[in-house]
């Protein structure tokens, strides 16, 4: 803050993400604001937030839209002078002469992307901007569904960076533009050059052999931003951005894959070999990271904090973060704990820390043995061995003796039926044979493709345990989609619920962040209240989605509508997993000192590990299936960029269970559409299935398009026939399941040239196509067909950026936006 008499400059912000600051102007005992959007370059947020709170609009320097006004003074009952900050009728701030600023409200991420996603926001005052109370009896005090490398916001991740003198690669300094000195330029040039002699020899060729070398080539943190003050600003706004999901509108499950890749330069960081004093930490520009910084070179002054790892601050400052939202127990997912030599320096980092960390905050951390449900694809040299499951099991069942693991979970993008993971189960419930207070948490239910997932991974634990073994503890996540609760199905899963005690997980903002709901009021979470299912609230890594505990719960209320009992109700369903997970803690130290004796955690780990039976065999299930690029070699061809794309989404983004009833009405648009185009101008994109109107459009295709399917790394021999027959040029996408191919329309098309996409039919993947469309680098023209009720909502919800069809008309339109573009 600049302060002088009766004139100061001050910044606050609306939000935990720092899209939306306020900067103040005290001048001559008049306040005046200017409130920005800068990370928000379609302009969406801001004019929404105009046009709800009836404020006016201005340009700045920059050409970027800006709220501008004065801020009103008052004389409270003390006869203090007070500037009130309101956004409509909503008091947001207190503002004082010194410059002290009481926060009364703020605008949580849920409704800041819904604005960012539309032209046309249409939620309330409201449901917008947030006052930040919560009824103490009803007050949430658990995280039990995050992630380890989500928790921490970006801020504190890196402080961690420069106190620790990460590892900063050469890839992400060019990646996200940032501004290095002279000195360090020529020293990022001399290492690159070094870099590259060491593959000289390899099979890479053109850019994967750039990113490679600079995956390698790597920077001091602490020298990128305490020797480089001068653009220290502009480079922490870029790194900030580029820890949390996308900021103008929905993003999918490709965005987070990337921002995860970002995070684990810190997460996962290792120290510099080239280390420098820690200089000027008080000219870091941000107040956040400059406090962070300071009070982590405080701590590694305190004797049990002084050797703290990389991994060993990340907890402390994760519990430093519950313990300011009041949260007093939080189980954490991680994949470390299933990967066998990882797991045992995971354990004895949480082991030498926790008991420290504990006291200094009151939180309880625990962890969940987190399996993929699905082989890792964004990695692209990671190589996923078939015994992946296996391997993972049997370090799962030693780690399972530990008391800081609680139970186990089952992640990653849900783009496939549980039950193909069934023989997987066989051996996971032996665990809580031996344990019974071993969680069993599977996410289920994110997305509306696989709706019978969450039945699904209810009959996997029932159906594999042994003769008279009792139900485990188990949670679901998300539950977000099911069958129909009123359906015969539906009423099933709801008894299954009860009789087991199984407890649901909430995260209302991921889901909204992630592109996986669109409409607040198909929420169930009130219809599992009113049935007395336990359901409790996560946040699936606060971090990544710009929320907390507190905004999470908020928007929770305010946008479902919660009442006090129905808040209540979860409230008690969560002490009651508290009080279960901690007296299990409890029991579970006592037995693992016995276990110890005189060994160390980690050496009793890993005796446990060499004694025990191995897990039986378990693969993907993907036996049957062969390799696309050998099976369909001969029609892989390149995209032609002489001609624009036109994506056909009609048959094959839709579940195998989901059939796209095709319409006389529906295929008299396509051979309009047909009958418009030109060949030597377009080209078309479908999906692999054949099926649907994409069946349609290769079966009649009388004027000779080039059609391309793109398919998933691994297909069944009747899909290869069918593909064969057809005679469709092929791309083969890096994914092996269908409901993941979505992604390679994002990384070949979307992302690097204009198109046109035709959506006649399809749910989560199709949504997920639309939405990689719209948020893609080259421009995209969206049409979507008004008699799907699938894409439908998707649709409204990016008003503005879709067009609706009905008739032959579309093919015009179509024909003018390919004519525009």
């Excluded at 052999?209 to 931003?225: M, P, S």
Aim: one cysteine or more; aromatic letters at 8%.
């Amino acid at each position: 803050m600049e302060n002088k008499k009766n004139c100061w400059k001050k910044c606050f912000y609306l939000d935990l993400e720092k899209d939306m600051p306020v900067h103040l102007s005290m001048e001559d005992e008049h306040l005046f604001y200017e409130l920005e959007t800068p990370n928000h370059h379609t302009g969406n947020l801001i004019r929404n937030l105009a046009h709800l709170c009836h404020l006016p609009l201005s340009e700045n320097e920059e050409g970027m839209l800006v709220i501008r006004g004065e801020v009103p003074c008052y004389i409270d009952g003390k006869n203090e002078e007070v500037w009130i900050f309101r956004l409509g009728n909503t008091k947001v701030a207190n503002i004082y002469r010194d410059g002290r600023i009481e926060m009364k409200a703020s605008i949580p991420a849920i409704s800041k992307t819904l604005m960012s996603q539309t032209r046309d926001y249409r939620l309330s005052e409201g449901k917008t901007i947030f006052k930040t109370y919560i009824r103490r009896e009803v007050k949430f005090h658990s995280d039990l569904h995050t992630h380890m490398n989500g928790n921490l916001m970006p801020d504190v991740l890196i402080a961690i960076g420069i106190v620790h003198q990460i590892r900063y690669p050469l890839y992400y300094v060019r990646k996200l533009n940032l501004t290095v000195s002279e000195s360090q330029q020529e020293m990022l040039e001399a290492q690159r050059k070094q870099v590259a002699r060491q593959f000289i020899h390899s099979d890479l060729r053109g850019k994967y052999l750039d990113r490679k070398i600079n995956d390698n080539t790597f920077i001091n943190f602490a020298d990128l931003v305490l020797n480089n003050l001068e653009h220290a600003e502009e480079n922490l706004v870029k790194i900030r951005n580029s820890l949390a999901v996308m900021k103008d509108g929905q993003a999918v499950f490709t965005n987070l894959e990337k921002v995860y890749l970002y995070r684990y330069v810190f997460c996962k960081g290792r120290e510099s070999e080239d280390q420098i004093d820690l200089h000027d930490i008080e000219h870091i520009p941000d107040s956040e990271i400059r406090e962070a910084a300071e009070q982590m070179l405080k701590d590694h002054q305190n004797p049990e904090y002084a050797e703290n790892t990389i991994f060993q601050d990340k907890l402390l400052w994760i519990a430093r973060q519950y313990a300011a939202q009041g949260i007093t127990y939080a189980e954490i997912s991680d994949t470390t704990l299933v990967k066998e030599h990882d797991c045992l320096r995971m354990l004895a980092e949480v082991h030498a820390v926790m008991p420290a960390v504990t006291r200094e905050t009151g939180v309880t951390l625990r962890f969940l043995a987190a399996m993929r449900r699905i082989p890792l694809t964004i990695v692209k040299d990671q190589v996923t061995p078939a015994d992946y499951l296996s391997s993972n099991l049997n370090t799962m069942k030693a780690v399972s003796y530990d008391p800081y693991v609680a139970g186990c979970d089952i992640v990653g993008e849900e783009i496939n039926d549980i039950i193909e993971l069934k023989p997987m189960f066989r051996e996971l419930v032996k665990i809580p044979a031996r344990d019974p207070s071993f969680v069993i948490r599977i996410h289920a239910g994110e997305n509306d493709s696989l709706k019978d997932n969450m039945s699904h991974s209810i009959a996997c634990v029932k159906d594999s345990l042994a003769p008279g073994q009792p139900m485990p503890i188990m949670r679901l996540g998300h539950g977000l989609y099911s069958c129909g609760l009123k359906t015969k199905k539906g009423k099933e899963l709801l008894e299954d619920l009860k009789k087991y005690h199984i407890t649901l997980e909430f995260q209302i903002t991921s889901n909204v962040r992630l592109n996986n709901l669109n409409s607040l009021a198909s929420h169930p979470l009130r219809s599992y209240l009113k049935e007395g299912i336990s359901c409790v609230q996560g946040t699936d890594g606060a971090a990544l989605y710009g929320t907390s505990p507190i905004d999470e719960q908020l928007s929770l209320e305010k946008l479902l509508d919660l009442s006090y009992d129905e808040l209540k109700q979860m409230h008690d369903s969560e002490a009651a997993v508290i009080a279960q997970q901690m007296k299990s803690f409890e029991e579970k130290k006592i037995a693992f000192r016995k276990l110890q004796g005189s060994l160390s955690p980690e050496e009793t780990i890993l005796r446990i590990m060499q004694n025990q039976d191995p897990a039986s065999s378990i693969s993907w299930g993907m036996q049957k299936r062969m390799d696309s690029y050998q099976a369909l070699k001969d029609q892989i061809e390149d995209y032609p960029w002489d001609k624009e794309p036109v994506v056909v989404a009609g048959g094959s983004f839709n579940t195998q269970s989901r059939m796209t009833h095709v319409t006389k009405k529906g295929t008299q648009i396509l051979d309009a559409i047909m009958e418009r185009l030109d060949p030597e101008e377009v080209f078309f994109v479908i999906g692999h299935q054949l099926k649907g109107y994409e069946r349609y459009l290769a079966e009649h295709n009388a004027k000779g398009f080039l059609i391309f399917a793109v398919v998933p790394s691994m297909l069944d021999p009747a899909e290869i026939r069918r593909l064969k027959k057809a005679g469709v040029s092929i791309r083969v996408s890096p994914e092996s399941e269908d409901m993941g191919i979505y992604k390679s329309f994002n990384y070949e098309i979307f992302e690097r040239r204009p198109s046109i996409v035709i959506g006649f039919d399809g749910n989560s993947a199709g949504a997920n196509l639309i939405q990689e469309a719209k948020n893609g680098k080259g421009k995209a023209s969206i049409f979507v067909y008004s008699g799907s009720k699938g894409l439908k909502e998707k649709a409204e919800s990016l008003e503005g950026y879709v067009s609706f069809f009905e008739d032959e008309s579309a093919a015009d339109n179509i024909l003018i936006a390919l004519q525009k573009g």
